[in-house]
């Protein structure tokens, strides 16, 4: 079974310009005729080729989701994958990320999203776990087992109304109405 898979193309403003003019030309009277990505062997890094020119790509996760829809009738939306992943195509001099996971999301209010708006794990030290674990063992095999409850006196019956019932505090024990 093959599935499709969706991803953010992110390109430079000029680049842009000529994707646009691919798609609303007629191709064959556009100079910029085909349009290509390329992967190494990495799958991370690439080339996006459009007419004869070559640009540098890089695969990128996304610090969250963003999920994709579709519409055949304007009026309702059919939800067609969840993106993970940008494609972000550079300029030919500009250098490549060295990180694997963009740092924004695709909008201003996800500036630095993972440092903003997600739990950091803990840097923990794995002898140290293992020792605070045996320090918590320890202290509670060294505790002691609770006292049992001291028995009750017995008090003898005052004699007051001996072979009655308790009384309730329920609306149906009330025969006074």
């Known amino acids: 079974m093959r599935m499709d898979e969706q991803f953010i193309l992110r390109v430079p403003p000029s680049v842009a310009e000529r994707i646009n003019r691919l798609l609303s030309e007629n191709a064959s009277s556009s100079e910029d005729k085909s ?9 991370r890094t690439g080339t996006f080729v459009i007419g004869n ?31 993970g992943q940008m494609i972000l195509v550079r300029e030919s001099g500009e250098a490549s990320p060295d990180v694997v996971e963009y740092r924004h999301g695709l909008t201003p209010p996800l500036r630095d999203a993972r440092k903003r708006r997600f739990r950091r794990e803990p840097d923990l030290n794995p002898e140290l776990v293992q020792r605070d674990a045996g320090d918590e ?13 001291a028995a009750k006196p017995e008090v003898p019956d005052t004699g007051g109304n001996a072979g009655e019932p308790d009384g309730s505090d329920s609306d149906d024990s009330d025969d006074s109405m």
């Open 137 to 149: 063992n320890a202290r509670n095999a060294n505790k002691k087992a609770p006292p049992a409850a």
């Open 53 to 83: 020119d070559r640009f540098p790509a890089s695969v990128l996760d996304l610090p969250c989701v963003v999920e994709s829809y579709k519409t055949y009738d304007d009026s309702a939306l059919v939800k067609t994958a969840d993106v």
């Open 35 to 43: 349009l290509d990505l390329e992967f190494s062997e990495d799958g």
